[in-house]
């Protein structure tokens, strides 16, 4: 049994937005907790202390315990699974897929799900999504859409893997969510400039899905979408209506 812990960095109606998070198979929970709490502890941050990404951005962090926590989790036992999408380039081409804020935050919750139902397909198990819970009406609108995909598969396949519902819960009770907000947010910052999230990216990058095959991350554990093939090429249908 393998849990996503899932979690969104930016705007969805900026040029750039990633969903996406970090897979950990349950009797491996331990180790990752283990690992997170002896590293805050020894970095001097409480353990009761939510730890943000956004706190690496306004010094709220200081450098050195997000170097720590970086370190830590490139050697922690999860698996990185983040899709960047550009819904200001996609509009054009996908309309669809970016005609609201929600229409692109379900197109970024699908293309993770598809990477998270292969993955599972890979090793020989089932798993469920955790997220960040938002408003209400928006969890009910977001829980909707994932059991619609569900029951009727995505256009490119069934997600028979992955078990119930979406299980939504506030991230600062839990370390897997703060853990997913650090891999998204570097994540996708790291595509805009150089600097430390660039350096934090490429530690993680061991840590992110491949192609069985050819040890490919790109399409894998990290798809940006819509690249400049993408653009070029016919638009998909729509995912799913609610």
């Known amino acids: 049994m393998h849990l996503l812990f899932l ?31 002896a590293t805050l502890t020894r970095a001097g941050w409480p353990l009761d202390k939510e730890l943000k990404w956004h706190g690496t951005r306004t010094g709220e962090v200081p450098p050195e315990v997000a170097d720590a926590v970086f370190e830590c989790l490139a050697a922690a036992p999860i698996t990185c699974l983040v899709c960047v999408l550009r819904p200001l380039a996609g509009k054009s081409a996908h309309p669809d897929l970016f005609a609201t804020p929600e229409d692109t935050y379900r197109t970024g919750l699908t293309f993770v799900a598809e990477r998270f139902e292969r993955t599972l397909e ?19 609108r977001l829980r909707r859409f994932f059991d619609g995909i569900q029951r009727q598969g ?89």
């Open 154 to 242: 995505t256009q490119f396949m069934k997600l028979e893997r992955i078990v119930d519902s979406l299980l939504l819960g506030p991230s600062h009770h839990s370390i897997g969510l703060q853990v997913a907000d650090l891999v998204v947010g570097s994540t996708l910052a790291a595509q805009r400039a150089p600097g430390d999230a660039s350096r934090w990216h490429k530690q993680l990058l061991p840590r992110f899905a491949r192609h069985p095959d050819t040890s490919q991350v790109e399409g894998v554990g990290l798809k940006v979408f819509p690249d400049k093939v993408r653009m070029e090429e016919p638009p998909p249908t729509k995912l799913f209506d609610v």
């Open 7 to 37: 979690d969104e960095s930016g705007k969805p109606d900026s040029p750039a937005f990633a969903v996406g998070g970090v897979a950990v198979r349950a009797d491996e929970w331990p180790e990752l907790r283990a690992i997170w709490e």
């Open 122 to 140: 890979r090793v020989d198990s089932y798993g469920a999504i955790v997220l960040d819970s938002r408003e209400r009406e928006s969890d009910e």
